[in-house]
């Protein structure tokens, strides 16, 4: 029958692991993107390995940076403790650079649970954010300080918003707060003017 017939096709191009989460498989129309995703570089993981396979050529050859950042790094270590679940292989689909920084990664997990049941497995990797609270005393009354910028993932223009940004590799949470305050707003501070709340409020 189709189904059959779309899953012999899937075993013939060899570029699907992810049978057992679903019937068939859709690759790229693009001949490049298809022969693509049939490069596999595997990595290591609980004594065994992980294949990996890039939907463009621009994934491939980021893909170094992305296996060696902290985020990813993190994602698997965590996922390496949970035994609950089993990670066969993943599909890069698309990376993004903040200039020579690994800024966003989106990839498609070949995971299941011990039991061997699929499990949705779509990951948006990216690493923590900093947000600046700033309060303003002037004649008795407190201000909060905002920026004004636009955001095209919500289609909108002169959003208001408290100071944020990307912590970047290091983990120098009070360094990139004020980083982001001056290139927001242009108020410098020093990092030891401020408090990390979240490690106030929880703890290390």
Known sequence: DQQQQQQAECAGEGSCNS???????????DGLARRMAQSV??????GGSVSVQFDTAEC????????ASKKFQDWVTK??????????????QSVDMFGPRFGFCKFKTDITRADGTAVPGIVFLRGGAV????ILTCEGKEYALTTVQDRIPIAGQHCVEVPAG????SGHFAGMAAKEMEEETGVVL???????LTQLTFGD
């Not at 570089?41 to 609980?46: I, V």
């Not at 947000?131 to 700033?134: G, R, S």
């Not at 990307?166 to 590799?169: A, G, Q, V």
């Open 166 to 169: 990307m912590l970047d590799e």
């Open 60 to 67: 491939e050859e980021l893909w170094p940076t992305v296996f």
């Open 19 to 29: 049978s057992i989460s679903s019937p068939h498989c859709t690759f790229p129309k």
């Open 41 to 46: 570089n595997p990595f290591s993981f609980r």
């Open 79 to 92: 996922l390496e403790v949970n035994t609950d679940f089993v990670l066969r292989g993943l599909r890069v």
């Open 131 to 134: 947000v600046i609270l700033v």
């Open 190 to 196: 020093n990092a030891d003017e401020l408090v990390d």
